[in-house]
């Protein structure tokens, strides 16, 4: 019995992060529930049918079964993962209820040197002098 496939994948052999995506899709159990669909992939003449939904025309290109575009080895590979089950990568703050990670440039904002850390006049003009 085959099942509705879930993302139609355009790929090239080729692309290591086809490979990366394919990988994953093993890993997670669905890579029978994949339909590949091969693309010529060119750095130039991008293929008209990858454009269509991706703005970059770029391999790996996905479509999921509800239609949706992905693109982006990362974001197929995160799909992929949330439809087995999500053990590959870990959940997102947000998905966790935690707010987002503090940034590292915050937590010197009370140190005496904070100010240090961004510029308030543009850097001074030195001359080169030539060795020649």
Same mark, same amino acid.
């Not at 339909?35 to 999921?64: M, W």
């Not at 995160?78 to 590292?104: H, V």
């Given at each position: 019995m085959n099942a509705q496939p879930v993302l139609q994948l355009y790929y090239a052999p080729t692309s290591p992060y086809i490979?990366?995506?394919m990988a994953v899709a093993?890993?997670?159990g669905l890579v029978s529930r994949i339909e590949c669909l091969e693309s010529a992939a060119h750095p130039v003449q #991008?293929? =008209?049918r990858i454009a269509t939904f991706n703005p970059l025309g770029k391999i790996p290109a996905a479509r999921t079964a509800a239609g949706e575009p992905l693109y982006d080895s990362r974001v197929i590979c995160e799909y992929l993962d949330s439809l087995g089950q999500?053990?590959?990568f870990p959940p997102r703050r947000a998905a966790l209820g935690l707010p987002?990670?503090?940034?590292?440039?915050? #937590?010197? =904002?009370?140190?005496r040197h904070a100010g240090s850390l961004r510029?308030?006049?543009?850097p001074p003009q030195v001359a080169?002098?030539?060795l020649v």
């Amino acid at each position: 019995m085959n099942a509705q496939p879930v993302l139609q994948l355009y790929y090239a052999p080729t692309s290591p992060y086809i490979r990366k995506v394919m990988a994953v899709a093993h890993v997670t159990g669905l890579v029978s529930r994949i339909e590949c669909l091969e693309s010529a992939a060119h750095p130039v003449q #991008r293929d =008209a049918r990858i454009a269509t939904f991706n703005p970059l025309g770029k391999i790996p290109a996905a479509r999921t079964a509800a239609g949706e575009p992905l693109y982006d080895s990362r974001v197929i590979c995160e799909y992929l993962d949330s439809l087995g089950q999500g053990k590959l990568f870990p959940p997102r703050r947000a998905a966790l209820g935690l707010p987002d990670a503090p940034s590292p440039w915050r #937590r010197h =904002a009370g140190c005496r040197h904070a100010g240090s850390l961004r510029r308030s006049r543009p850097p001074p003009q030195v001359a080169v002098r030539s060795l020649v």
